[in-house]
């Protein structure tokens, strides 16, 4: 007791010692005391002058909503999360945690780390959105934790800005039986379930009382889709079954087939056709059977239905395992919100070149949910034209052209893209005539004449991870700036209208693209147009995606989940 009455004093006597450790030994066991006192703390401080926070809830912890929550300064708003799920998953790594490469727990980040880091307070809720009342500016939801536990689960949360980052589903095309009988591969848990399925076929195809022909739909694993995940699902299952499935059951090793089912005419078509062609060659060595120019009309538990589109013929083909992979679509509360904005014709949501919804001002959306609708320069190319003649005379010179170039090009990207198709660098080639001879001057008819052929370069981003996390970052800093820009625009001119905008618009930067093919091969589509296919392109797949992951933690258990996977083999326990 006296030596508690010690520190008690001491503590008051010296208030700047606030923590101290006592380590005692007592009976070759070791105690550890923490106390911390908070002597002579004052409260904060709270101004009632100070103005209220603008309310910021996102929806989502995708790659599009991490992003933004990584990237955004929370102290400057009060920030909501709303998610179904509490942690951040590294989508694409998910082929590999179907066959045990990596396991599902590399992978993922909890939300709450990721936020706790953040500056300022994020609050985060585990809960589905249900629907956006975007007249009231709330948006309803629901929690799926039951456990027989007390409460309600549904809250409604008010907002100033919404940030949708919900990403999409799997898009059926409606066809028979696929939710019934098919796996997808968009989650976590889709990637768990294959893995367990695939152990399943196995055992199943194994024991002694089915027939050969029952062996062989069992062990009969069918692709639907052949994109990028696709194609790297059906190289893991591939590597899955001849590095080690084999081996635990080598008696049917001979029967087990792969089949991808290509609706196009080649797979990895979005790639470079040589990675296309590399990949099909691969595939046909490794007895990974490619049917392309096939539509799957119907799936039943036992077989799959194609229709091929070169005869029209139908064929029916047993299955052990269905995996989908065919493309994404609008989620039901997206779509709900779509019509409430009068965007019910469309396919995805749409925004400007800011990310801001169409139609709504305090509404952004990034990711797979939504798409850039680009302005087109021909809408405009009047008010451009006037811009560009300051001294009205009807006519345009190179000079004054050059005047306002920087800003179109910022504003209608498509430009810059037209000009490097083209091969042009001196600007002045676009005012040469049909004879190749030069003008010192151009009228508005031959400037559209000009520009008539810009707005075809026009394209959509792809609904990549690589582009929902550059939309998420450039969000967050448009909204770290938002005071700052208001003041001090820093965006191009506003043609047809004064001053400039607020912020200069999403522009998309490609670092390139992998596609794994197994037997540790990967091809690869790089910037400025190179292609990179074969072993040395594997290690450069691993790196990069080691450095992509989103902590230390994450990128520490998949590298180690590589290195036994190397040493001791993939595990096939089913669990």
């Not at 989620?331 to 965007?343: A, K, L, N």
């Not at 690589?466 to 005071?483: I, P, T």
Request: include cysteine.
């Amino acid at each position: 007791m006296k030596i508690a009455s010690f520190f008690t004093k001491a503590f008051h006597s010296f208030p700047s010692y606030s923590k101290i450790v006592l380590l005692c030994t007592l009976s070759g066991g070791g105690v550890v005391s923490y106390s911390e006192l908070q002597s002579n703390t004052k409260p904060p401080v709270i101004d009632p002058n100070e103005p209220k926070k603008k309310k910021v809830v996102v929806l989502g912890t995708g790659w599009a909503g991490t992003s933004f929550l990584k990237d955004l300064d929370a102290s400057l708003y009060d920030v909501q999360v709303v998610s179904p799920r509490n942690y951040f998953a590294f989508t694409p790594l998910l082929p590999s945690v179907t066959c045990g490469t990596v396991e599902a727990r590399s992978i993922v980040e909890p939300v709450r780390n990721i936020i706790k880091k953040r500056k300022g307070e994020i609050k985060f809720w585990e809960a589905e959105c249900l629907k956006v009342d975007n007249a009231n500016k709330k948006v309803l939801c629901r929690s799926h934790i039951d456990n027989n536990l007390v409460g309600s689960g549904e809250f409604a949360l008010d907002y100033d800005y919404l940030v949708i980052a919900i990403g999409a589903q799997v898009n059926t095309f409606n066809t028979p039986g696929v939710r019934e009988n098919c796996h997808f591969l968009k989650e976590v848990e889709d990637a768990q379930k294959i893995r367990m399925s695939v152990i399943d076929c196995f055992e199943k195809a194994v024991l002694p009382s089915l027939s050969e022909e029952e062996r062989r739909t069992n062990l009969h694993f069918i692709v639907v889709g052949g994109g990028p995940t696709g194609v790297e699902f059906a190289a893991e299952l591939h590597d899955y079954i001849q590095e080690d499935l084999v081996k635990l059951y080598p008696s049917v090793k001979d029967i087990v087939k792969i089949t991808v089912i290509q609706s196009g005419d080649h797979i990895l078509n979005t790639f470079d056709e040589r990675i296309s062609a590399f990949a099909e060659h691969k595939f046909g060595r490794d007895g990974i059977e490619v049917q392309t120019g096939c539509r799957v009309v119907n799936v039943n538990d036992k077989e799959i239905t194609v229709k091929v589109k070169s005869t029209g013929e139908f064929c029916s083909v047993p299955h052990g395992l269905v995996v989908w992979s065919t493309g994404i679509a609008t989620r039901p509360v997206v779509r709900d919100f779509m019509e409430q904005i009068g965007q019910a014709e469309r396919n995805v949501l749409a925004t400007n070149e800011w990310l801001r919804v169409k139609e709504c001002d305090t509404v952004y959306a990034i990711g797979d949910c939504s798409s850039i609708v680009q302005r087109k320069i021909m809408d405009d190319i009047s008010e451009v034209f006037e811009a560009a003649d300051r001294d009205n005379s009807g006519t345009l010179t190179i000079e004054e052209f050059n005047d306002v170039m920087d800003d179109i090009i910022v504003r209608y990207p498509q430009v810059e893209l037209y000009l490097k198709s083209q091969h042009v660098i001196d600007l002045a080639a676009m005012w040469r005539d049909s004879q190749g001879n030069e003008k010192k001057e151009i009228d508005i008819e031959g400037f559209k004449l000009a520009l008539s052929h810009v707005d075809a370069q026009m394209k959509s981003l792809p609904a990549t991870a690589q582009v929902a996390a550059q939309q998420g970052a450039y969000l967050a800093r448009c909204f770290n700036r938002m005071d700052q820009c208001a003041e001090n625009p820093e965006g191009p001119r506003r043609f047809g209208g004064s001053g400039r905008y607020k912020f200069r618009p999403f522009r998309y930067k490609h670092f390139g693209q992998f596609a794994p093919l197994g037997g540790e091969q990967a091809a690869a589509e790089l910037p400025g147009d190179w292609v990179s296919m074969g072993h040395s392109t594997q290690w450069l797949w691993y790196s990069v995606y080691a450095s992509k992951q989103v902590s230390w933690r994450t990128r520490v258990l998949v590298i180690s989940d590589w290195t036994r996977r190397f040493v001791f083999g993939r595990d096939s326990s089913r669990i």
